[in-house]
């Protein structure tokens, strides 16, 4: 199984600035098919996830554009341009490039 | 709107069987595959299995293989989990999800929660 390892775990921000969270993966995520199925998603508390980021950088729909990813083959970035205080929740990274699709621990956004 | 909603969760036994049901609406789920993941409260998440659009193509995590298995009724709009076995650390709140063109589990359900526990 691919392994996906996020860092850091958790990160306190401050409301207004950026903050960066990193995904690797044990193995490459490009697909025979060219593509890296790299996505990243957002489950805030008491809620069920949601897609933010697929194919690496792609935002999917409603997504707000202060949301960007970013990378290539074993390291990926999710990056919040500007932090709101409706971005506090845990971040995963996933991969569906290969059977069984993995996730990342998960990391826990939190204001500072 | 896109709306999925899972059922069929609750407490069961060690040994025992449960079928979880969830229900689409809001888009042509004859067009898409679906995914079964699931979330032990307070952890990470787990894929468990998922679905081509037609129903011809399933994929299991081995940690539910053999003992679950996943189904779909496209007249009914309804994704199917059927869990035999259960294991204790089968508990956790079950999710179902779409997975596009090019992107996976872009959609998902409020979940139902499954307690294996004697």
């Known amino acids: 199984d691919i392994v996906m390892t996020q860092t850091p775990l958790s990160s306190p921000v401050t409301l207004g600035q950026p903050a960066s969270i990193s995904c690797r993966s044990s193995q490459s995520l490009v697909h025979s098919d060219g593509n890296t199925y790299l996505g990243w998603l957002q489950q805030r508390p008491g809620q069920p996830p949601r897609l933010l980021i697929y194919k690496i950088s792609n935002r999917f729909s409603g997504v707000p554009d202060r949301f960007g990813g970013s990378g290539a083959g074993t390291d990926f970035t999710l990056k919040i341009s500007r932090v709101e205080a409706e971005d506090v929740g845990v971040y995963y990274c996933m991969q569906a490039t290969q059977f069984p699709y993995t996730f990342g621990q998960g990391t826990k956004l939190e204001i500072k | 709107e896109v709306q999925l909603l899972e059922s069929g969760g609750g407490l069961e036994q060690p040994g025992g069987s449960l079928r979880l049901s969830c229900a689409a609406s809001g888009f042509t789920f004859s067009n898409y595959a679906m995914s079964w993941l699931r979330q032990v409260p307070g952890k990470g998440l787990e894929w468990i299995s998922v679905?081509?659009?037609?129903?011809?193509?399933?994929k299991y995590a081995d940690s539910v293989k053999g003992r679950f298995t996943i189904s779909r009724d496209n007249s009914k709009n309804t994704l199917y989990l059927q869990m035999n076995s259960l294991r204790v650390d089968d508990t956790a709140v079950y999710y179902c999800?779409?997975?596009?063109?090019?992107?996976?589990?872009?959609?998902w359900g409020q979940g139902t929660l499954v307690t294996v526990s004697s």
């Open positions: 679905i081509s659009d037609s129903g011809g193509y399933i």
């Open positions: 999800a779409i997975d596009g063109s090019g992107w996976y589990a872009g959609y």
